[in-house]
Each structure stands twice: as C-alpha cells, then as structure tokens.
Nanobody
C-alpha cells in the first residue's frame, strides 16, 4: 500500500516562507494529478494548487503569485513552495494524488501556522 508522507510544516512569521514536501513510499502509477489542499479550523477543505501529469499548474486565487507547486517524477514527490505567507494561510495542508481508475491517495497532513 503506497503512502504519502508530508513534511515541512511549522510556525513562521508573516512574510516568511515554507516549503512543503510530499513523498510517496513507493511507486505510483496512472497519476492524473497531484494536489495540495488545506483546511483551516472551522472551514471546509479547499484546493490550493494542482499539477497535472504533464506539468500544467493551477492555483487558488488566494495564493496566486505566492505559492508554487512542483513535482519530481523520479522521486514521486510533490512540493509546495509558499512565500510571503499570511496569517490566513494557517491551516493543515494535505497532499493528494489522483489516479486514473484507482482510489485517490491522501497524506496525513502537516500544520502550517503563520503568526507573529
């Protein structure tokens, strides 16, 4: 059973940066897209960024120009570079892998807290 393991979360001051990583424990086949979601307390989980199998990217309006999603197909890893962080970015961040004809994979989540 392939598992996704996230890392890189933590506490950062407003304006700071963090880089999240999500590594698969094994090989993943039939990947359609790799995504980052986040969920703040009392709010619904929202899609933050997505990268397709051919490298096309899309972002939520709230993070455009500040966040960058990328992937390493050899290492089966997806990254989220977060710059100019704001308090409203505070949330648990989850990586997600969508596969063709197979069940989605989810990571366990990593906490990001933006506070002075």
């Amino acid at each position: 059973q392939v598992q996704l393991v996230e890392s890189g979360g933590g506490l950062v001051q407003p304006g700071g940066s963090l880089r999240l990583s999500c590594a698969a424990s094994g090989s993943i086949f039939s990947i359609s897209a790799m995504n980052w979601y986040r969920q703040a307390p009392g709010k619904r989980r929202e899609l933050v960024a997505t990268i397709s199998s051919i490298g096309n990217t899309n972002y939520a309006d709230s993070v455009k120009g500040r966040f960058t999603i990328s992937r390493d197909n050899v290492r089966n890893t997806v990254y989220l570079q977060m710059n100019n962080l704001k308090p409203e970015d505070t949330a648990v961040y989850y990586c997600n892998v969508v596969r063709v004809g197979l069940k989605d994979l989810w990571g366990q989540g990593t906490q990001v807290t933006v506070s002075s």
